[in-house]
Every structure is written in C-alpha cells, then in structure tokens.
Nanobody, 114 residues
Framework: VQLQASGGGLVQAGGSLRLSCAASGSIFSPNVMGWYRQAPGKQRELVASITSGDITNYVDSVKGRFTIFRDNAKNTVYLQMNSLKPEDTAVYYC?????????WGKGTQVTVSS
C-alpha cells in the first residue's frame, strides 16, 4: 500500500486548505484512514480519522473547523481545514490502518501565518 499526500502550503490565519491522500496498491477493507500532524518539538498527534463506514473522530482543537471525508471509489481521504490558526502549523501525515497493516504517507507541510 502506498499513500500520496498533497495540498499543503502557506496560508494566512483564517484561511482554508484542503489536504488529499490517495491510497494505491493492495488496499484492504475495512480500514481506518486518518490525518496526523507533528509540529516542531512536539509529538505526532491524531487530527482526524474516518472508518470505512464513515465514522469520524476529531481532536478537540479542530472540531468545528476541520472536516475529514473519504471517497472510497478513489481510495482517497481528504481533510478540509477552515479557520486555520498559527497553531495548526505542522507537517501533516496520512495513515491507513487495519488488520492487514499500518501504512503512512510522506508528510505535507502546512504553515499558517499570523
């Protein structure tokens, strides 16, 4: 399984970005896809996740601002990020996990300027 993330960039506070992560290869189901982030000097944290059945979970700090959704036909998960704050600045990673393994994509940088 390979994961290709895209969509990061530089945005001003209050702005929006959409991250995408496309999975390819021997994709298994059911699975959970998620977005994690790691800021400099901090541990990697879960931002949001979504199951094959579209059950979602968010870290408290992004609730009401970020939305995770997936297109199973395209094996792609998205993270719509609105009302971005400087504290959202981090490298964002996508993950696909399940009983057949745990896979990570390369990170994409998100930088929010104040």
């Amino acid at each position: 399984v390979q994961l290709q993330a895209s969509g990061g960039g530089l945005v001003q506070a209050g702005g929006s970005l959409r991250l995408s992560c496309a999975a390819s290869g021997s994709i298994f189901s059911p699975n959970v896809m998620g977005w994690y982030r790691q800021a400099p000097g901090k541990q990697r944290e879960l931002v949001a996740s979504i199951t094959s059945g579209d059950i979602t979970n968010y870290v408290d700090s992004v609730k009401g601002r970020f939305t995770i959704f997936r297109d199973n036909a395209k094996n792609t998960v998205y993270l719509q990020m609105n009302s971005l704050k400087p504290e959202d600045t981090a490298v964002y990673y996508c993950r696909l996990g399940g009983v057949r393994g745990d896979y990570w994509g390369k990170g994409t940088q998100v930088t929010v300027s104040s």
